[in-house]
């Protein structure tokens, strides 16, 4: 059956060529024309042979779409604006602080070192002493101490903060512990740099001034260089150069360790070369690679690999070791300098206190020397003041500095703006400390008082003796640190070029966890993770392009293990590639809705063809590219038909989205399109229409018959999981590792039938599951669309739950719902045990129809997160989805809504200790924050009603009881309607319960404003009140792209006691209740049971009229119901009176009517026994039918009994008694459905055996219907009952408690208080009799209702506004991320033309691909000015539009039909597109397009010449072969190869036989890629191929002949 194709509605010569096309044509990449090249601005609809449209004269006016923008759509042109200057400010606010943290915190730390130098003199400041005398300053050894701890500090607060990262991930998530050899190497390692610093810091840095100092950190990179150098491989381009430069960079880095101790020949200088290697062993790490040449490298590299997942345990124990390494080293350093090691602990309170500076006057004779001893009688001494508060504040600076620096840095790796942000200030952090030291030296050896008003006088950095710039300029180590910077910025190179995806982890941005303070520049530079990781090549994209189609994966297979080594891995790249399956669900959704849908999967579409095509055609590679591709799963997508009640047909709906499929394309395109008809396949479960975009993606529709496959949406979910991860991925005939690299790149893009959103929308969650592959799922921000009140609602709602409640849970947990309206899930993440499986668990039980029926995506979220996966939330994706406008149905939503809810969370908390141990994300605090919503929920209701008591004894000023009873009277009577009484009833005391409140919410903010007015602004009331109202404001302006969102505020104020009171006890009540609730229409009904319905309401109404008095005395008179009376009168019409009633007698007519319709009763029965006599059907000319038994039903064999049937039974459909015999069916062969005209005359196809198979097997074991099993219903309905009283009587008890325990605790506030320290009223009173004043205070007191309130809610906004800044920070980051800045990278005039064009690749191919303007489409509202209506060319216009005209199909078609036109000449071609505002579309761009077309096209020649020469194994015969249709196969007319030649030019050697195939003016007025056009005879033309003869005879290799068989029996397959 697979091989077979049928189209049984297609007349004599139409369309019988569509099929195979596509297919060939997509794994045709030697072809640069499109095979989908049919118009589908096109009429085809009307079964005219005609391609070229023609317009009639008078018929011209045109009626083209008008492009609405809402939604997704709305003009963002301000918001983009506005986050490209927000990026503008980025880039320069983080330079900005990048630079200056580094200066400062570098600057600080030469500071901190400066004052450390033992017996450290300098010149003092004579402006308060004497200013014709000479001071020198000698520091105390309590000075000396205090800096000596400033550097301890700063060293070990990075580290601590590694200690409490590390500490948090180990015990928050999990940890593996390495090696022992691998820690002890490690550990090695780490104590040598500790070593190294403590060594820099106490004795290298305080023997040399500050310029040498900040010179000699240029000078750290020895071990990474030389791990560089060893890492190199033979697969790198340039390697002997690249080993050239690390050889000289390695030397220039030597030579910085030795230049001074071979200069200055003293002794202490030798430790730099030792301190300065062993801290370089701190960045070992980034520097080795797994692939070098030489074993012991590539040992390293293997403890990197093990680092990986070792590295936070390892450091929970060397942070902690290396801070008392350094500070074991610092006590030796102070011992081995003849100082007392005790003096550090004995000397920190004086060194942090008040002590005394003593400043030494020189005599005049010195001229100003500074001597060596200080300690000769002669000089004179001053003590002064220790500001000893410096210390404190440069230590602060240093610490905040670096901080700053490290944060902002990583910012800027986040957002992609590395290179100007990060590597640019990075690397001027030495060049610009030296700067400010060689002036700030300078200025303070001439002038000692410069800095008196700013540092201490006698506190500075160590200068150089006798110093002037000019020295510094001739000496040599200027000219040796300018060789040790260019040596760091090689070794440290990589931070220039940085491949991280946006919005990286810190593990991927970062060896280490956390910075080295003291070193912060090249902590940053060395620590920078080196990205090696390999992008997607252009030629991945061809094996792509094979996959695509109805066997999708099915060509994975060619390509095996065979490109790959024995025992590796054989994951290919494009296993790699991005696989995006759009899966909506549909049920009942209206026309607007669909369009909305529709529109937003045809600009999916039109992106994901140009991503394709700029890879393929200018050879660009795109981060973001990804294949996609849509399926729909419409539940009950069948009814019975019109003609008779055995068939079915399409729904209304379904028929209306075919209908709509056009207007959406037309919209999206802003020209008139017709798509190609869908291709029908008849299936297993129902039914499949299969369109093509015009970006050639597949948008697949399944069509469930309920009769056939269960219904319902989370059924539909389990289809496509199955379908999709289970027969499409896992069937596949390919290693378990690409399964595996596959199943983990390819999501399932869940959808709403009505959802509305743009593909940067998708792209953003993209982003999120590429960041994290512990993501299961990620979810984007939903916004309601729609009108009325019960929207402006929602609008408030949607943005607190999101901008509060889902951020708050992304950032210290875990989302605990991604909506099912659009949603990102990972495939690999859904087939993980117990998830997929427990998806299709049948709910057997009451409460799984809760849980697992009426808020499956919830549920689906539960499974994921009892696995171990992340769920996340991202602000920036937005979707706009239709929402419930109507009360009624917005409260059946909800009444779904909330018992699921309450379902999923108290099954996540009842499993909260396995939860917490698998999942690294949800922590007990996490579980504890969900139960304090949970109970928030729970005891909502009572909350609600104790603030209504409360607010009615502010607001109307009655006493506690009578609010009370005023309160409860209302909610106990709504509690016993909806025990009572029907759904409708309920719903509508509920909306006027809700109206009244609304009212009285009113009341009561006015008496809250005047409460307030009179306690003062500090009473609780006004603080709570101003948080909550302070902290909506302020997250509205952190979204002001949702600020309008807050003035639906009030609403949402008044709708409290109706949302959070009267819907929870509307849910609750009816829990038991499991229907959907939304959506809900009336299914259309057989002829039987219509007639049954009558039939039991005439017996019903005979029933009723029997029960009444005297009915014996009518004896059964005027059966037909109707009555007449004896005496009789009416007044106007308006009423009727009837006394002493009887039967009206029935007329002649009724009579005979009656008489009739026995008779056919009685030929039916004869009929049906005639046919169970005869069963062959000999008298079938006689009676002109036979019954046919359709091959789904259960029953098979025909009767064995004559046995008369009902008359219920025997009522035939109005077919069975026409004169035709009905047609046999077969659902899987020919279904009546294919054949409805409304589905379009599309090609029939079907399936293949192996996924019919799979389909049946699925629904066998998950997906067969339910039968209605009567006794089952009432088993579930009662233990539903239960469940709900239950669950009522806890919900009842836990709120009444409440209620009592608060309210009794009210009623005593007396007794029972808090003083309220703020808003105190002082009150003072004069008593003239006595004199007196008597002043008393009167406090605000918190009455326990406000300390419920204020302790509980507002612990509650305190933490979601605390997490929504915190995700409003990753969000801005996210949104920047993905913001392109041209000026603020490169201009586009300094970019090479290349670059200009890799840059904007997908924006160019968008222009050249746009259908409109193609086949001469022109701007209504062209021309511009004051005038320019006048000036429209109306006219020129409609004459040009009359003229016939190619039209163009496909994107990709108009793609190729503008690129291969781009010329840079402008006089030959003066068509060239201009392709965007934005892009200057020079000589030298359209130059570099056109050098880009002519390389592809010399490709695509020379693919094409080696597969029809010497490559190729087919010879070429002639033959009609038949496509799988038993029809014609498409014939390509003047087909152009990707070689930009036809395969007419190839073959048509000397005016051959092609040019009787393809005729001689090439075929440009008849379009086949449509249609083929034969002629009465049958004559067609095709290739086939076959193997070629080894030893072929010259006539025989190429032939061209006429079929004349009429088609012949040739297939074209290979």
């Known amino acids: 059956m697979s091989a077979m194709r049928h189209r049984p509605m297609a007349p004599p010569g139409q369309g ?33 042979q005609r391609t070229i449209q023609e317009t009639k004269g008078w018929d011209v006016f045109r009626d083209p779409p008008i492009k609405i923008e809402t939604g997704s759509t709305a003009n963002q042109e301000c918001l983009e604006l506005t986050v490209k200057i927000l990026k503008i400010f980025a880039y320069v606010i983080t330079f900005i602080i990048v630079l200056t943290g580094g200066v400062i915190a570098k600057g600080t730390m030469l500071f901190m070192t400066s004052q450390v130098r033992k017996d450290k003199k300098m010149e003092y400041c004579n402006k308060d002493l004497g200013r014709d005398k000479s001071f020198v300053v000698r520091l105390p050894e309590e000075e000396r101490v205090a800096w000596i701890w400033a550097l301890l500090i700063a060293y070990a607060l990075p580290e601590i903060g590694a200690l409490i990262r590390s500490v948090r991930i180990c015990f928050f998530k999990t940890f593996k512990v390495p090696k022992t050899g691998h820690f002890l190497f490690v550990w090695l390692m780490e104590s040598l740099s500790a070593v190294g610093m403590a060594l820099l810091m106490f004795v290298v840095l305080p023997q040399i001034d500050a310029i040498q100092g900040a010179m000699l950190t240029n000078c ?18 340039k390697r002997f150069v690249k080993v050239i430069i690390d050889l000289a960079a390695v030397t220039a880095q030597v030579t910085g360790l030795v230049i001074w101790p071979l200069l200055e020949n003293r002794r202490e200088l030798w430790v730099i070369p030792v301190a300065c290697v062993m801290i370089s062993c701190g960045w070992w790490e980034n520097y080795v690679s797994p692939q070098s040449p030489l074993g012991l490298v590539r040992a390293l590299g293997r403890i990197k690999e093990d680092m990986k997942y070792t590295r936070y345990f390892c450091h929970i124990f060397l942070s902690i070791w290396k801070i008392l390494l350094f500070f074991t080293v610092t006590l030796c350093i102070y011992w081995a300098e003849g100082e007392e090691p ?81 590597a640019f200030p990075v690397s001027l952090t030495v060049p610009l400390s030296v700067t400010f030291l060689i002036a700030a030296c300078g200025i303070r050896i001439d002038d000692p008082c410069f800095f008196h008003d700013t540092i201490p006088d006698y506190l500075f950095f160590t200068s150089p003796s006798n110093f002037r710039f000019n020295n510094f300029v001739t000496e040599q180590m200027a000219w040796a640190w300018i060789l040790w910077l260019l040596s760091q910025t090689w070794i440290a190179l990589h931070i220039w070029t940085p491949k991280c995806e946006r919005l990286a982890t810190t593990e991927k941005l970062f060896v280490q966890p956390m910075y080295s303070s003291l070193l912060i520049d090249q902590s940053m530079a060395l620590n920078r993770r080196r990205d090696d990781q390999a992008d997607v090549k252009t030629e991945d994209l061809s094996e792509i392009e094979k996959e695509k189609g109805d066997e999708y994966y099915e060509t994975i297979s060619v390509h095996t293990d065979r490109s790959s080594a024995p025992n590796k891995p054989s994951i290919k790249s494009s ?78 709906f379904v028929k209306l989205l075919i209908a709509t499929m056009d207007e959406a394309a037309s919209e999206i395109h802003q020209t008139t399109i017709r798509l190609r008809p869908p291709k029908k396949y008849p299936t297993p479960y129902g039914g499949r229409l299969v369109w093509t975009l015009p970006g050639k993606t597949k948008f697949i529709t399944h069509l469930k018959d309920k009769d056939r496959i269960r219904h319902r949406k989370r059924w539909s979910q389990v289809m496509y999981m199955y379908y999709l991860l289970g027969h499409r991925l896992m069937e596949l005939p390919i290693s378990v590792d690409r399964k595996d690299a596959i199943a983990e790149n390819t999501y399932l893009l869940t959808l709403d039938g009505d959802i509305d959103f743009k593909p940067n929308a998708v792209t953003l969650l993209v982003d999120l599951m590429k960041k994290n592959k512990n993501l299961g799922a990620a979810c984007g921000r939903i916004h ?120 999923n969370i108290m099954d996540l908390l009842a499993d909260a200790k396995r939860t917490i141990k698998i999942n690294d994300n949800i922590s007990l605090l996490y579980i504890f924050y969900q139960m304090m919503l949970m109970g928030g929920t729970i005891l909502g209701p009572g909350t609600i009603f104790l603030m209504l008591v409360g607010a009615f004894v502010a607001a109307f000023r009655i006493d506690n009881w009578t609010s009370f009873h ?29 109206t009244a409140y609304a009212l009285i919410m009113m009341a009561v903010i006015v008496g809250t404003a005047l409460q307030l007015g009179e306690d003062g602004i500090g009473s609780p009331s006004a603080i709570f009140l101003i948080s909550m109202v302070g902290s909506f404001f302020i997250a509205a302006c952190l979204h002001p792209q949702e600020f309008w969102c807050i003035t639906c505020g009030l609403i949402y104020l008044l709708s409290i006691p109706s949302m959070y009171l009267l819907l929870i006890l509307y849910s609750i009540i009816n829990l038991n209740v499991v229907s959907w609730g939304t959506r809900e229409v009336v299914a259309k009904k057989t002829k039987k049971e219509l007639e049954a319905e009558k039939k039991a309401a005439e017996e019903a109404k005979k029933r009723v009229k029997q029960k009444s008095m005297l009915s014996f005395l009518q004896s059964g008179i005027g059966d037909n119901g109707d009555e007449e009376g004896s005496v009789e009168f009416s007044l106007a019409g308006l009423f009727r009176c009837i006394f002493c009633t009887h039967g009206k007698t029935s007329d002649e007519k009724q009579q005979l009517t009656s008489i009739a319709e ?139 408690l409440f209620v009592l325990i608060v309210f009794l605790l009210q009623l005593n506030k007396d007794k029972l208080h808090i003083i309220w320290p703020l808003g105190v009223k002082t009150n003072i009173t004069y008593i003239e009799e006595t004199s007196e004043v008597h002043i008393s205070k009167e406090y605000l007191q918190l009455e326990p209702i406000g300390l419920v309130f204020v302790f509980f809610f507002a612990l509650i906004l305190i933490i979601q506004f605390t997490a929504m800044l915190f995700h409003r920070f990753g969000t801005i980051s996210h949104i920047l991320a993905s913001t392109e800045l041209n000026f603020c990278k490169k201009k586009s005039e300094d970019l090479t033309q290349d670059q200009l064009i890799d840059k904007h ?214």
């Open 966 to 994: 005023y309160n409860i009277v209302p909610i106990l009577a709504f509690m016993v309607i909806c025990f009572t009484c029907k759904s409708n009833i309920q719903l509508f005391v509920a909306q006027v319960l809700s």
């Open 1158 to 1296: 026995s008779l056919d009763t009685i030929k039916n029965r004869m009929d049906t026994i005639e046919s169970a006599v005869d069963p062959h059907g000999h008298h079938a000319s006689r009676h002109g039918r036979r019954r046919t038994t359709s091959s789904g039903s259960k029953d098979h064999h025909l009767l064995t009994s004559v046995a008369e049937k009902s008359g219920d039974e025997s009522d035939e459909s109005d077919s069975d008694t026409s004169a035709e015999p009905k047609q046999e069916r077969d659902f899987l062969t020919n279904p009546y459905w294919i054949e409805d005209p409304d589905v379009r005359k599309g090609e029939v196809d079907f399936l293949s055996s192996t996924e019919i198979q799979f389909w049946k097997d699925l629904i066998d074991q998950y997906l067969y219907p339910i039968d209605n099993d009567p006794v089952e219903q009432a088993r579930i309905a009662s233990d539903l009952i239960e469940l709900r009283n239950k669950s009522v009587f806890a919900f009842f008890m836990a709120n009444a």
């Open 220 to 237: 750290l990179c020895v071990v990474p260089g030389i791990f560089g150098l060893l890492s190199r491989t033979s697969k790198e381009g």
């Open 342 to 422: 005790g003096n550090l602990f004995a000397m920190y309170g004086d060194a942090f206190g008040p002590h005394k500076i003593i400043v030494y006057e020189l005599p005049a004779g010195l001229g100003g020397v500074l001597p060596d001893t200080l300690e000769s009688a002669n000089i004179d001494t001053v003590d002064v003041d220790a500001a000893y508060n410096t210390v404190v504040y440069v230590l602060l600076l240093q610490i905040f500095g670096a901080y700053l620096c490290y944060i902002f840095g990583k910012f800027a790796c986040k957002i992609l703006i590395q290179g100007f942000s990060y």
């Open 16 to 48: 019988a060529g569509t099929g195979a096309a596509g297919e060939h044509g997509d794994s045709d990449d030697n072809n640069f024309t499109d095979d989908e090249s049919s118009p589908l601005t096109h009429d085809i609809y009307g079964g005219s």
């Open 1401 to 1614: 690749a997908v924006e160019i191919v968008k222009n050249l691909q746009r259908l409109q303007g193609i086949d001469g489409d022109y701007d209504n509202d062209s021309g511009s000015g004051p005038d320019r209506i006048a000036r429209r060319k109306t006219i020129q216009n409609l004459e040009k539009a009359r003229q016939p005209r190619r039209q163009i199909g496909t994107l990709d078609v108009a793609f190729k039909k503008r690129f291969l036109k781009l010329t840079a000449d402008a006089e030959n071609n003066p068509a060239t597109p201009i392709l965007t505002r934005r892009l200057t579309m020079r000589a030298e761009t359209i130059r570099a397009l056109e050098v880009r077309k002519n390389s592809v096209m010399a490709e695509r020649r020379k693919s094409a010449m080696q597969t029809l020469g010497a490559k190729n194994e087919y010879g070429i015969t002639t033959g009609a072969p038949t496509n799988n249709n038993g029809a014609l196969p498409n014939q390509r007319s003047a087909r152009v190869s990707n070689a930009g030649i036809s395969i007419k030019d190839v073959f048509n050697v000397n005016g051959g036989a092609a040019e009787q195939i393809y005729g001689s003016n090439g075929g440009g007025t008849i379009n086949q890629g449509y249609e083929h056009v034969i002629d009465e005879d049958g004559d067609g033309n095709s290739l086939r191929l076959t193997t070629r003869n080894p030893h072929p005879h010259p006539h025989h290799q190429v032939s061209w002949s006429q079929n004349t068989n009429g088609g012949g029996n040739g297939t074209g397959r290979l």
């Open 784 to 903: 309601p669309v729609g009108s009325g009140p019960m929207v402006w609602y929602q609008l408030f709602e949607y943005a607190i739950g999101h901008w509060l409640q889902k951020a708050t849970e992304h950032m210290i947990g875990c989302v605990l719902c991604s909506p099912g309206c659009f949603s990102l899930f990972r495939g690999k993440a859904l087939m993980d045990d117990n998830v997929m499986k427990k998806y299709t668990t049948r709910s057997d039980e009451a409460r799984h129809y809760v849980q697992y029926d009426q808020g499956e995506d919830r549920w689906l979220c539960t499974l994921l997160l009892q696995r171990g996966y992340r769920v996340e939330y991202s602000a920036a994706s937005d979707a706009y989805t239709h929402c419930p406008e109507g009360f009624n149905e917005f409260y059946n939503q909800r009444r779904r809504w909330v018992p699921s809810t309450i379902a």
């Open 575 to 652: 296993d790699n590639i991005t696989r995006i399956y759009s899966c909506a669900t549909m049920w009942h959704e209206t026309k607007d809705e669909m369009i909305e849908f529709l529109k937003s999967i045809m600009r999916m579409d039109e992106d994901q063809c140009a991503r394709r095509v700029a890879q393929k055609y200018l050879r660009v590679l795109d981060p973001d590219y990804y294949e996609f591709e849509t399926h729909i799963f419409f539940d009950d997508a069948f009814e019975i038909s019109d003609h008779s009640d055995d068939d079915i047909q399409c729904n209304r």
